[in-house]
Structures are given as structure tokens and as C-alpha cells.
């Protein structure tokens, strides 16, 4: 039968390991591992595996961003940890970019940091972005990496979502931008080109030129749910972004939402959403 692992980040400085088995009927979850990284009043506010190693980075609530190796298997009780970037205020969200040569990452100070990680280098900051932003940078999502620079989307608590161009030197750029009226807390990749089937490989993006429109969906806490595309127009191109679609049935903040890969027969699909203070799970169709 098939099974997933998974990880959950705490509270308290741990990070847990899970599997999934079973999931298509009588789902079992059973705990693998609990990695106590950092002392129990550190918040982990987010994670990302990392794209190559079995190591996991994550973003604190004491400005730091640490990279973790995971070892099921080791009877140690304090598993190691790299910093390797550290912000002025909280640290929000990271990012592997897919090539695993480095990581971005958003603090509540507005700054949005790449890390560089070379292999047999300590990490270093070969920039920190704090202009584009108005608040904290709480959403990243590598779209395209190539000789140019890094395509990526971002989301902060000004309202805003942005398609941003980081070139290899250095420079920022804003492509696209739009206020989606509440904070963009997280963003999920849902189509590469949406007029193309949808069990077209969303991984598929990391080899291929970027495309010409994108379908995103878009956490936006006081907001509710949006479901986005981001299109390229024009003979002298522009990016334009466009909401299709708005969920507005939670009372609370919508923090985290995801959907299922393919459409059902009616060519819909299916998304589920939370809130925090009213813990309310909400399961829609688009």
C-alpha cells in the first residue's frame, strides 16, 4: 500500500517526522521521529526539505534560519544545525531554489535574504532585498532559475503579491504585483500553463523555460482563499496578475490551504482551507 512521510514543525523548537500509510482507505499516521534542534521556548515558523540531502531548513522565531540534518536513526538527543542566515525580526518563510545552491528567505523586518551554500564553503549573504517589500515578507516561491537569475513569486503582510526577477548580480526587480486585500501568508504552484492537462508535472518547471501563464493559489489570513494566474501579455511582454477566484467562508485567519492535484469529471478541483481562531477546515470546488 502506498505511504508518505512528513514532517510537522512545533512550537516548542522540534521538528517531528511522520508517516502516512495506507491513505486511500483506513489512513494510519505513525510518529518516525521528534528532532529537538532548538530550546522549547523557539518557535519554528516554517520549513522546506531541502531539494538534495535529507536535511531540512528552517525559519525562527529568534530571526534565524537553520539547516538541519535528519538522521532517524541516531540516538542523539541535540541533532545538529547550521545558520546559515539570520534576519532582523522574525524570520517567516525559506526556499530551496531548485538547483539546492541556495535559499531564500523572508523576515518580518521586509527583507528578503538569499543565502548562498556551496558545497565545502560556510553560507554566505550575497544579498538582502528591503525596499520592494512594505512588511513582512511571509510567502517565497521559486518559479524559474537559470544563466539570468531566479524568477519568483513572494507574499507579504502589505497585501501584496509579487513576481519578482533576481538577477545573478544581484539586482531585484518587480515584474507583476497585485493587492489580493488581506496578508499572503503562503502561495502553492497549482498549473504551469493551465490550459495544459492537469497531471501536467508542476516539477516539470525546474528544467523548463519559464511559462507564459500560471495558476497560484494564495493563503491571505484576513482575506480568505484566492485563487490567482499569473499571465505574460503583450509583443514588448508584461506579467499581469488576475484573482479568479475569492473563498471568504472563514472567520478567521486562513493561514494554510491546498487542493488536489487533477480535476474531477466536472473539470473542477478540489481545495481544502483552515482558519486559527474559529479552527474551522473548509473543502471547496473551483
Not at 19 to 29: A, M
Not at 32 to 61: C, N, R
Request: aromatic share 10%; glycine share 6%.
Amino acid at each position: 500500500m502506498p505511504s508518505a512521510n512528513f514532517g510537522v514543525a512545533t512550537s516548542t523548537g522540534a521538528f517531528a517526522i511522520y508517516e502516512l500509510k495506507s491513505w486511500k482507505r483506513n489512513p494510519e499516521i505513525s510518529h518516525i521521529k521528534t528532532l529537538q534542534y532548538f530550546p522549547d521556548h523557539v518557535l519554528v515558523t516554517a520549513f522546506s526539505w531541502h531539494p538534495e540531502s535529507y536535511m531540512v531548513g528552517m525559519t525562527l522565531s529568534n530571526n534565524q534560519l537553520h539547516l538541519g540534518v535528519i538522521d532517524v536513526e541516531a540516538d542523539d538527543d541535540t541533532p545538529s544545525t547550521m545558520e546559515i542566515a539570520r534576519h532582523e525580526l522574525e524570520a517567516w518563510t525559506l526556499a530551496f531554489l531548485p538547483d539546492a545552491s541556495g535559499v531564500l528567505s523572508g523576515g518580518d523586518d521586509s527583507a528578503l535574504r538569499f543565502a548562498q551554500l556551496t558545497e565545502g564553503a560556510d553560507p554566505s549573504v550575497p544579498w538582502t532585498e528591503k525596499k520592494i517589500h512594505s512588511a513582512g515578507v511571509t510567502a517565497i516561491l521559486p518559479i524559474h532559475l537559470d544563466d539570468e537569475g531566479t524568477l519568483m513569486v513572494t507574499g507579504s503582510y502589505d497585501d501584496h503579491i509579487r513576481f519578482l526577477h533576481a538577477s545573478k548580480a544581484g539586482r531585484r526587480s518587480v515584474l507583476a504585483e497585485a493587492n489580493l486585500g488581506g496578508g499572503v501568508w503562503r502561495l502553492k504552484l497549482l498549473d504551469r500553463n493551465p490550459k495544459l492537462p492537469a497531471h501536467h508535472g508542476v516539477e516539470k518547471w525546474r528544467s523548463e523555460p519559464p511559462p507564459e501563464a500560471m495558476l497560484l493559489l494564495a493563503s491571505c489570513m484576513h482575506a480568505g482563499t484566492r485563487i490567482v494566474r499569473l499571465t505574460k501579455r503583450g509583443v514588448n511582454p508584461s506579467w499581469e496578475f488576475e484573482v479568479l477566484a475569492k473563498f471568504e467562508e472563514h472567520e478567521s485567519m486562513n493561514y494554510g490551504s491546498d487542493s488536489q492535484p487533477d480535476l474531477n469529471s466536472a473539470g473542477e478541483r478540489t481545495f481544502l482551507s483552515t482558519s486559527f481562531y474559529d479552527r474551522r477546515l473548509c473543502l471547496w470546488r473551483y
